[in-house]
């Protein structure tokens, strides 16, 4: 559905033309059916990734293509719905013009946009008595609903979303998080970029990270986990300074809970704790998480 | 063709829905009505000061929208990230230049022909039948803002508001004076070295005045206000010659700002 390889961009900005370097070398593919994460922090080079997948910047050099077809050619977008970050609309529409005028465009018979307007409005849960609003008197959340209604109405077979969650409430990224699983699970390609780790962990098929780029880690979750170290986290009675602790044990979220490592640092760390007469309150097993790798490799950076 | 046309419908509704406009078009009928004074108090015959300030007055106000319009329909879609998900649809980018063109000339046209008819209802109500020739005119003036815009579209491609705005303003101002430059430097030319102080062109600033000439279009060429208000015949040839000639200014526009338009990236 998409492939990338060896992808380059570099942008020439203000007035003496200074270049930035925003992707360097960045190669990754995202097959059909994938439900694929695209994180990394902000300025990492996700959106540039996907305006040129997009068409909406030129190839620097390197290689990106839409189900086959050099990204960028019209027809690479046939079959591709698109919702860019922070989208705005044409303020003066209404919610059904907005979705009229879009659905005209990406080529719906005029017979089959009534039926299909009614679909997608139903499917991002947007109000029927909103639709007749002009879109300059929709929130932050009803613009994020409407303008991914714009990017399923032609049932593309692949979509591509910048920061599908951004501006939302709890309730609608839950409902974001739901929509896109539901489009998973009707054979739809799902391309997201975004923010919140914890969701793309639970969601996603693949991802890839990018930083400064590049593609640090790519795969499915477990892939991109797999050789991080576990660590045990113990919640203690009293609070313990750092320069006490014994060797290789951390104190990790404040000074009432200590993180260990491995095995035998929290068994030494529990018999000093016994031997000061510090208690206990709990013993968890953690494993590093998506948020975790990112700051390790964001750090690799500083 | 499909996308241009939904495309110019859309930036036509843009465009209505735009408070400027109305105020334009306000102004105009305002300044029209304005001319049944004039016709009264000017020692020339009623009819032709108000059919010579009725048109002054509708090229004005479309040389205005064309600006204001005109620079404002490319570059609000890239400043309020509009044409990000417009360019991500799968239609080729001189669409979308196209498509936002002929959306302006719909309402270039039809504000034209609201102002052509309140100045022919006072042509009526001051006992005048309305002559033909004065569509003639009123047509013209179409096809001038017709290439104004086009200007005004391939500027903002590229430029900032303002400066779309003052190069627009230039082409305007330099194609209605570049016609008489041309005629004064083929007067000096003949008749320089007979009259005594008349200044030498330098070779350099004739081929470059010439080139200007060639450049920006013959403003002029499009101005027949003068002879229709004084019933002086106009030749279908060249209401036709002029058309072609704005065509062609408009089709080359259009070409550099599509060309432009495609090379360019939307960060």
């Known amino acids: ?302 | 063709m499909k996308p241009m046309l939904i495309i110019a419908v859309n930036a036509f509704r843009e465009t209505v829905r735009d408070k400027i406009l109305y105020n334009l078009v306000l102004f105009a009928i305002g300044l029209i009505i304005f001319s049944l004074m004039l016709g009264e108090w000017s020692v020339f015959a009623r009819q032709t000061v108000i059919s010579d300030f009725s048109l002054a007055v509708m090229s004005l106000v479309g040389l205005l929208m064309s600006i204001f319009v005109g620079i404002g329909l490319v570059q609000k879609e890239i400043q309020r990230k509009t044409i990000l998900t417009l360019l991500a649809k799968p239609l080729p980018r001189w669409h979308f230049i196209v498509g936002k063109y002929l959306g302006l000339l719909m309402v270039l046209a039809l504000n034209l022909a609201f102002m052509t008819l309140v100045f022919f209802l006072i042509l009526i109500l001051i006992g005048t039948r309305p002559q033909a020739n004065l569509l003639w005119a009123i047509y013209l003036i179409f096809v001038e803002m017709a290439v104004i815009t086009a200007a005004a579209l391939l500027f903002s491609a590229f430029s900032t508001p303002t400066m779309s705005a003052l190069f627009t303003l230039g082409v305007y101002v330099a194609g209605h004076l570049s016609g008489d430059i041309v005629n004064h430097l083929a007067f000096i030319h003949k008749f320089g070295k007979r009259l005594p102080g008349t200044p030498v062109i330098n070779p350099f600033t004739e081929k470059v005045i010439k080139g200007v000439y060639y450049i920006i279009p013959n403003m002029e060429n499009f101005n027949i206000r003068g002879r229709v208000v004084y019933d002086l015949p106009i030749g279908h040839h060249y209401v036709l010659y002029s058309s072609l000639y704005g065509l062609m200014f408009i089709g080359i526009y259009l070409l550099i700002a599509g060309l432009w338009f495609n090379k360019r990236d939307f960060i």
């Open chain 1, 1 to 302: 559905m998409i492939k990338v390889e060896d992808l380059r961009k570099t942008y020439r900005i203000g007035f003496w033309r200074k270049s930035v370097e925003a992707l360097r070398g960045v190669s990754f593919e995202v097959n059909e059916g994938d439900l694929y994460g695209f994180i990394g922090p902000n300025g990492a080079g996700k959106s540039t990734t996907i305006k040129i997948l997009l068409g909406l910047l030129k190839v620097g050099s390197g290689k990106a293509t839409l189900m086959g077809l050099p990204a960028g050619s019209p027809r690479s977008r046939q079959n591709v719905g698109f919702l860019p970050e922070q989208p705005y609309f044409y303020d003066y529409l209404s919610g059904r013009e907005f979705l009229w005028f879009y659905g005209q465009l990406s080529g719906l018979a005029w017979k089959d946009l009534k039926k299909r307007v009614a679909e997608v409005t139903e499917l991002v849960s947007l109000r029927p008595e909103a639709m007749d609003r002009k879109l300059r008197t929709y929130s932050k959340g009803m613009l994020q609903r409407i303008g991914l209604a714009q990017a399923l109405l032609s049932r593309p077979r692949l979509v591509i979303l910048d920061e599908p969650m951004s501006g939302l409430d709890p309730l609608g990224r839950r409902d974001v998080r739901a929509l896109l699983q539901n489009l998973h699970s009707q054979g739809i390609t799902v391309f997201y970029s975004s923010h919140v780790l914890s969701d793309v962990e639970a969601i996603c098929t693949r991802l890839a990270m990018v930083v400064d780029g590049q593609i640090r880690r790519q795969g499915t979750v477990a892939q991109v986990l797999e050789g991080e170290a576990e660590h045990y986290q113990i919640v203690l009675t009293a609070e313990v300074k750092p320069e006490d602790l014994p060797k290789g044990v951390g104190t990790s979220l404040g000074a009432r809970a200590v993180s260990c490592p491995d095995l035998q640092s929290q068994r030494s760390f529990l018999q000093w704790a016994l031997a000061q007469g510090i208690g206990i309150e709990s013993i968890s097993r953690n494993r590093h998480s998506l948020e975790d790798v990112l700051a390790e490799e964001v750090a690799k950076n500083v």
